[in-house]
Nanobody, 115 residues
Framework: QVYLAESGGGLVQAGGSLRLACRAS????????MGWYRQAPGKQRDLVAT???????NYTDAVNGRFTISRDNARSTVYLQMNSLKLEDTADYYC?????????WGRGTQVTVSS
């Protein structure tokens, strides 16, 4: 069974940093493309960043230069380092992968940026 478990969310002041982690099980992590998405209250879920099995990364424009996605295949974990956080980064953050043509999501971790 595929399971994605996010951690690392919390309350942080604007300008601060957080690191999210997502540990995966039930998949061959080293060959899986991993993604982070976020959903703000009342809004749709949007892509934040992805990382391929080769380590190639992509970011949405809103976080480019502030967030860094990385992976540790030995730990089956993908990370999202978030720096220079802004009020508009407040959202629930979700880990995502596709395995055997099925999309899987974690339960999410909440990030709240305060002024």
């Amino acid at each position: 069974q595929v399971y994605l478990a996010e951690s690392g969310g919390g309350l942080v002041q604007a300008g601060g940093s957080l690191r999210l982690a997502c540990r995966a099980s039930g998949i061959n992590f080293s060959i899986s493309r991993m993604g982070w998405y976020r959903q703000a209250p009342g809004k749709q879920r949007d892509l934040v960043a992805t990382i391929s099995r080769e380590g190639n990364t992509n970011y949405t424009d809103a976080v480019n230069g502030r967030f860094t996605i990385s992976r540790d295949n030995a730990r089956s974990t993908v990370y999202l380092q978030m720096n220079s956080l802004k009020l508009e980064d407040t959202a629930d953050y979700y880990c995502q992968t596709t395995w055997t043509s099925v999309n899987y999501w974690g339960r999410g971790t909440q990030v709240t940026v305060s002024s």
